[in-house]
C-alpha cells in the first residue's frame, strides 16, 4: 500500500533527510531495508525453532522496548 503512494507522500512520512530509522517485524526481515535505508536497522525474526511462553519468545528475539530504543540510539 505505501509502495502506490505518491513520491510526494512517502517523502512526507519518511524523508531522506532522516538516517536513523529503526523497522520492527515479527516475522521476515526481507524488504525492510528500502525503508531503514543503509543506516537503518531491523528487527525481526531471521531464524525459527523457539519454543516457550510468547513473551519470554519476544524478548529473546529482541523485541523489548530496551533493546528497540539501544538499537535506535546504536545508529551513527
Do not use: M
Amino acid at each position: 500500500l505505501f509502495e502506490a503512494q505518491s513520491s510526494e507522500y512517502k517523502e512526507s512520512v519518511l524523508p531522506k533527510a532522516v538516517k536513523k530509522r529503526v523497522a520492527i517485524e515479527a516475522a521476515s526481515p526481507f524488504g525492510w531495508e528500502r525503508y531503514t535505508g543503509c543506516h537503518g536497522k531491523v528487527i525481526a525474526i531471521d531464524h525459527f525453532g523457539a519454543s516457550a511462553p510468547g513473551d519470554k519468545v519476544l524478548a529473546e528475539f529482541g523485541f523489548s522496548v530496551e533493546n528497540v530504543v539501544n538499537t535506535f540510539k546504536s545508529i551513527d
